[in-house]
């Protein structure tokens, strides 16, 4: 399916949204709203709104929420082989047709410790539904791209530098204050 958008940060028919032939969607952006359906009967799962991380290693997008129609299983299983193997998990399952979506971690290595408790759907089973354009794109298609800090925390160390700076200054002038006062009387 094509989509029709011109100004989105998920711009279907832009190519310079695309990297790696990936589909590159900023976190947090109302606007950009994608939702997360299944692949095989279109029920929707969950929203990038509550997306918090994209691991290409897993091939996995982990949600803080999802939608009713994905059923967490009752017993704990083990990963047996790949990445995740020996870890403890609870699987996460279409309500409507049954596909076993993805996962939810109860035990992991430390590498993969923070996807714990989160609700991990593995984008070769979902479809991406982007709201504005009307659009399908096959999961494996989105990465989810999340803002550098980097830049933030560097703008706050200068404007700290920048406050004690000032706050010596006038604490300099009420000390000249001080003395000038003194020397009057
Ligand atoms: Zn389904």
Redesign the pocket.
Known sequence: MQGACEESTVGLEQTSDRSHGKLNVSWGRAEGCVLFL?N??Y?VLGDSLSVCGDEESLGAIACLRVTEDLNVGESVLFVVEGNLKGCAYYSLV?R??G?NIGFNLYSAPRAYAFLRGLFCLLKEHILCYKLKCSSLVPGNEMHFEFPSLDEDIAQLKTQLVQLHLKMELISQQLLQQEKNTGACL
């Open positions: 299944c095989k009967c029920s279409c409507s047709c596909t």
